[in-house]
Protein backbone atom coordinates (compact mmCIF):
# COMPACT_ATOMS: atom_id res chain seq x y z
CA UNK A 1 0.00 0.00 0.00
CA UNK A 2 1.16 3.56 -1.11
CA UNK A 3 1.58 6.07 1.85
CA UNK A 4 -1.83 8.57 1.70
CA UNK A 5 -0.53 12.29 0.99
CA UNK A 6 0.63 14.08 4.33
CA UNK A 7 -2.82 16.63 3.37
CA UNK A 8 -5.31 13.83 4.45
CA UNK A 9 -3.96 12.78 7.54
CA UNK A 10 -3.96 16.37 8.28
CA UNK A 11 -7.24 17.07 8.03
CA UNK A 12 -7.74 14.00 10.59
CA UNK A 13 -5.97 15.25 13.07
CA UNK A 14 -7.71 18.41 12.74
CA UNK A 15 -10.96 16.35 12.53
CA UNK A 16 -10.29 14.69 15.95
CA UNK A 17 -9.16 17.94 17.28
CA UNK A 18 -12.09 19.37 16.32
CA UNK A 19 -13.61 16.09 18.00
CA UNK A 20 -11.76 16.62 21.10
CA UNK A 21 -12.71 20.28 21.53
CA UNK A 22 -9.50 21.38 21.19
CA UNK A 23 -8.86 24.77 20.73
CA UNK A 24 -6.06 24.52 17.83
CA UNK A 25 -7.09 27.98 15.52
CA UNK A 26 -4.30 30.12 17.30
CA UNK A 27 -1.86 28.02 16.76
CA UNK A 28 0.97 27.03 13.75
CA UNK A 29 -0.83 24.74 11.26
CA UNK A 30 1.87 23.33 8.41
CA UNK A 31 1.53 20.45 5.93
CA UNK A 32 2.98 17.90 8.72
CA UNK A 33 2.70 19.46 11.99
CA UNK A 34 0.23 21.71 14.25
CA UNK A 35 0.85 23.61 16.78
CA UNK A 36 -0.71 25.16 19.65
CA UNK A 37 -1.26 26.40 23.21
CA UNK A 38 -4.24 24.31 25.49
CA UNK A 39 -4.81 27.08 28.08
CA UNK A 40 -8.19 25.97 29.27
CA UNK A 41 -6.94 23.39 31.33
CA UNK A 42 -5.58 23.82 35.16
CA UNK A 43 -1.66 23.70 33.67
CA UNK A 44 -1.19 25.66 30.05
CA UNK A 45 0.80 23.16 27.56
CA UNK A 46 2.24 23.50 24.21
CA UNK A 47 1.30 20.58 21.98
CA UNK A 48 3.01 19.97 19.09
CA UNK A 49 1.55 16.97 16.54
CA UNK A 50 3.53 15.85 14.04
CA UNK A 51 3.04 13.34 11.10
CA UNK A 52 4.31 12.21 7.98
CA UNK A 53 7.87 10.72 8.54
CA UNK A 54 8.21 7.44 8.94
CA UNK A 55 4.54 6.75 9.16
CA UNK A 56 4.86 8.11 12.60
CA UNK A 57 2.73 9.81 14.49
CA UNK A 58 4.01 12.12 17.29
CA UNK A 59 2.34 14.27 19.88
CA UNK A 60 4.67 16.42 22.35
CA UNK A 61 3.09 18.54 25.22
CA UNK A 62 5.48 21.22 27.04
CA UNK A 63 4.54 22.65 30.43
CA UNK A 64 4.54 26.30 30.55
CA UNK A 65 6.75 26.58 33.41
CA UNK A 66 10.13 25.26 34.19
CA UNK A 67 11.19 23.19 37.76
CA UNK A 68 14.63 24.73 39.17
CA UNK A 69 17.33 23.77 39.44
CA UNK A 70 16.87 21.78 42.69
CA UNK A 71 13.63 20.36 42.13
CA UNK A 72 15.05 18.78 39.08
CA UNK A 73 16.13 15.68 40.75
CA UNK A 74 13.03 14.86 42.82
CA UNK A 75 10.96 16.01 40.10
CA UNK A 76 12.76 13.17 37.63
CA UNK A 77 11.72 10.87 40.71
CA UNK A 78 8.09 11.89 40.77
CA UNK A 79 7.62 11.00 36.47
CA UNK A 80 9.35 8.30 36.47
CA UNK A 81 7.01 6.82 38.92
CA UNK A 82 4.41 8.38 36.52
CA UNK A 83 5.51 6.79 33.42
CA UNK A 84 4.92 3.10 35.33
CA UNK A 85 0.71 4.55 35.78
CA UNK A 86 0.37 5.61 31.43
CA UNK A 87 -0.75 3.22 29.12
CA UNK A 88 0.06 5.62 26.19
CA UNK A 89 3.39 7.92 25.98
CA UNK A 90 6.02 8.85 28.82
CA UNK A 91 6.99 11.84 31.16
CA UNK A 92 10.75 13.60 30.74
CA UNK A 93 12.38 16.14 32.07
CA UNK A 94 15.07 18.15 30.76
CA UNK A 95 17.65 18.42 33.45
CA UNK A 96 19.57 21.32 31.72
CA UNK A 97 16.52 24.01 32.08
CA UNK A 98 14.26 22.03 34.05
CA UNK A 99 11.11 21.93 30.78
CA UNK A 100 8.52 18.85 31.63
CA UNK A 101 7.36 17.18 29.11
CA UNK A 102 5.24 14.24 27.73
CA UNK A 103 5.53 12.47 24.60
CA UNK A 104 3.29 9.87 22.75
CA UNK A 105 3.89 8.34 19.53
CA UNK A 106 2.58 5.29 17.12
CA UNK A 107 3.32 4.09 14.05
CA UNK A 108 0.48 4.15 11.34
CA UNK A 109 2.16 2.59 8.58
CA UNK A 110 -0.96 1.33 5.84
CA UNK A 111 -3.53 3.13 7.66
CA UNK A 112 -5.59 4.97 5.69
CA UNK A 113 -7.63 6.41 8.56
CA UNK A 114 -5.48 7.61 11.75
CA UNK A 115 -8.68 9.78 12.91
CA UNK A 116 -9.44 6.89 16.05
CA UNK A 117 -5.94 6.28 16.73
CA UNK A 118 -4.90 10.14 16.66
CA UNK A 119 -7.75 10.40 19.03
CA UNK A 120 -7.17 8.00 21.59
CA UNK A 121 -3.26 9.26 21.49
CA UNK A 122 -3.94 12.91 22.10
CA UNK A 123 -6.79 12.26 24.94
CA UNK A 124 -4.48 10.46 27.11
CA UNK A 125 -1.39 12.71 26.15
CA UNK A 126 -3.63 15.81 27.55
CA UNK A 127 -5.26 13.96 30.38
CA UNK A 128 -1.93 12.14 31.35
CA UNK A 129 0.02 15.47 31.17
CA UNK A 130 -2.65 17.62 33.09
CA UNK A 131 -3.22 15.03 35.96
CA UNK A 132 0.94 15.07 36.70
CA UNK A 133 2.11 18.84 35.82
CA UNK A 134 -0.86 20.40 37.69
CA UNK A 135 1.14 18.50 40.76
CA UNK A 136 4.53 19.87 39.63
CA UNK A 137 3.18 23.51 39.35
CA UNK A 138 3.39 24.20 42.46
CA UNK A 139 6.77 23.73 42.70
CA UNK A 140 7.74 25.98 39.86
Known amino acids: ?????????????????DDLALDYT?????????????????????????WAERNLLLIRSVAAFHMPEMA????????????????????????SDGEVRFKASSF???MKDITSLFKYHMQASVESFQEVASKL???A
Open 137 to 139: EAL
Open 26 to 50: GGDITDDRISFVVNDRAVEQKVVIE
Open 1 to 17: MVALPASVYKSQILSGL
Open 72 to 95: RLPVAEVLVRANWGVTVGNFEIDM
Open 108 to 110: YHE
